[in-house]
């Protein structure tokens, strides 16, 4: 499947989405629930099987001979995360004076490679 495909599939679904609410509240539906958006609908859209693999492509162009894994990959995106909640850079997050500050860098990604990723 296509890039285009896939998103086009993806936007077909918010589309029946919200064309739903807007007739809900049309016929006097009044103001619908607002459903959130859970972790796993969000894994879903981003790290469905065809982005992944694109990601990983593309991440593995530059880094030959020492490609990326799947896994790899999956933790370079867990810190990406943990940095953004944390809002901080990937020096401070790796720093050995902040490991009781952030806990999850102990079982996170070895900096090196996570820079080599970045």
Sequence with gaps: MTS???LLCKARN???TVLE???DRKTGGGVSEQRGVSVADILDVWLDDSILLAFKSFVNSSLQPDIV????????????LWLSCYSITP???YASENRDIYP???TAIPMPRYMQIL
């Excluded at 894994?69 to 990406?80: C, D, G, P």
Aim: zero cysteines; a negative charge.
């Design 4 to 6: 285009k495909i896939f």
């Design 104 to 106: 999850p860098m102990w």
């Design 14 to 16: 918010e589309v029946n």
């Design 69 to 80: 894994s799947t896994q790899e990959l999956l933790s370079f995106i867990e810190v990406e």
């Design 21 to 23: 609410r807007l007739r």
């Design 91 to 93: 020096t401070a997050f």
